[in-house]
Nanobody, 124 residues
Framework: QVQLVESGGGLVQPGGSLRLSCAAS????????MGWYRQAPGKQRELVAV???????NYADSVKGRFTISRDNARITVYLQMNSLKPEDTAVYYC??????????????????WGQGTQVTVSS
């Protein structure tokens, strides 16, 4: 079992900043990538940013130059620094992790886990 716990969402005015955090825990053997997705009301969940174990990053065009994803491998934590926020960034933000878990018998198994989501609201 792999758990992801997000924090850092909230209400911010347009042009403001927020920093989201997502900590992974459980029987983790390795992580291939961690990322952030978001889902606005009435819309499908979409990729915001992803970072691989090697440090490669990929961003949605709508957030390039404003958002920065980073990770702390020792703490198995991923961050999303969001600057110059716009009302259209309002959504529930979900953390995602893909990797390999290990059970008590040291059997390895691929996993893909989601966090519970954290609300980000950009409004004046």
């Amino acid at each position: 079992q792999v758990q992801l716990v997000e924090s850092g969402g909230g209400l911010v005015q347009p042009g403001g900043s927020l920093r989201l955090s997502c900590a992974a825990s459980g029987s983790i053997f390795s992580i291939n990538s961690m990322g952030w997705y978001r889902q606005a009301p009435g819309k499908q969940r979409e990729l915001v940013a992803v970072i691989t174990s090697g440090g490669s990053t990929n961003y949605a065009d709508s957030v390039k130059g404003r958002f920065t994803i980073s990770r702390d491998n020792a703490r198995i934590t991923v961050y999303l620094q969001m600057n110059s926020l716009k009302p259209e960034d309002t959504a529930v933000y979900y953390c995602n992790a893909v990797g390999t878990s290990r059970n008590s018998d040291f059997v390895l198994k691929s996993f893909g886990s989601w966090g519970q989501g954290t609300q980000v609201t950009v409004s004046s």
